[in-house]
């Protein structure tokens, strides 16, 4: 089973960047594709970004495309989301999740969760 924990959240004001960081224990991430996931209050969550196991390939939600980029080190069972240009309906609580192993990229299955961590974006 793996376990994911995010960091990184915080108090950001408009324009501003954050780093988001979500780190693995139980079984390494390599084989594994990974995801960005946010909860705006009061709405589902929604998709945010995916990688694939070998961190070659990317694809982003339409409002995040050109401000933030996934990234991931499989020596260090990490992935991270660098978040540029911060908007206020940025504002969420932001999962990692892992896909089942060896499911490709573009999955829209994803079996492990982190337990989130809040972003806020002030104007």
């Known amino acids: 089973q793996v376990q994911l924990v995010e960091s990184g959240g915080g108090l950001v004001q408009v324009g501003g960047s954050l780093r988001l960081s979500c780190a693995a224990s139980?079984?390494?991430?390599?084989?594994?594709?990974m995801g960005w996931f946010r909860q705006p209050p009061g709405k589902e969550r929604e998709f945010v970004a995916g990688?694939?196991?070998?961190?070659?390939?990317?694809y982003y939600v339409d409002s995040v495309k050109g401000r933030f980029t996934i990234s991931r080190d499989n020596a260090k069972n990490t992935v991270d989301l660098q978040m540029n240009s911060l908007k206020p309906e940025d504002t969420a609580v932001y999962y990692c999740?892992?896909?089942?192993?060896?499911?490709?990229?573009?999955?829209?299955?994803?079996?492990?969760w982190g337990q989130g961590t809040q972003v806020t974006v002030s104007s």
């Open positions: 999740a892992a896909s089942p192993p060896w499911a490709p990229f573009t999955t829209t299955s994803y079996v492990n």
């Open positions: 139980g079984r390494t991430l390599s084989s594994r594709s």
């Open positions: 990688i694939s196991r070998s961190g070659d390939s990317s």
